[in-house]
Nanobody, 116 residues
């Protein structure tokens, strides 16, 4: 079972940008879809974006063209470029295969805080 370690979060002002990364513990070549999720304080975890092995991507409606997901199968990494960040983007961000299996565990995630 591949595990993911997320990084790249931090404190950013509204309108700013961050680039999140997750590194897999093994090869991601055989994983068709990898996704980013997020969990805001007091809210349930929600889907953000997913990417297919061939590069096709799908985003949640709230992204509205602000985020871009990418993957590097050779480096076993998936990234999320986030631009024009809003306070409501404040959350812990996680990556995972998609769809998730009952046996999949979550990593520690990476905290994003958007605040002036």
């Amino acid at each position: 079972q591949v595990q993911f370690v997320e990084s790249g979060g931090g404190l950013v002002q509204p309108g700013g940008s961050l680039r999140l990364s997750c590194v897999a513990s093994g090869s991601i070549v055989s994983i068709s879809f990898i996704a980013w999720y997020r969990q805001a304080p007091g809210k349930e975890r929600e889907f953000v974006a997913r990417i297919f092995g061939g590069g096709g991507a799908y985003y949640a409606d709230f992204v509205s063209g602000r985020f871009a997901i990418s993957r590097n199968n050779a480096k076993n990494t998936v990234s999320l470029q986030m631009n024009n960040l809003k306070p409501e983007d404040t959350a812990i961000y996680y990556c995972s295969q998609f769809p998730r299996l009952p046996t999949d565990s979550w990593g520690q995630g990476t905290q994003v805080i958007v605040s002036s």
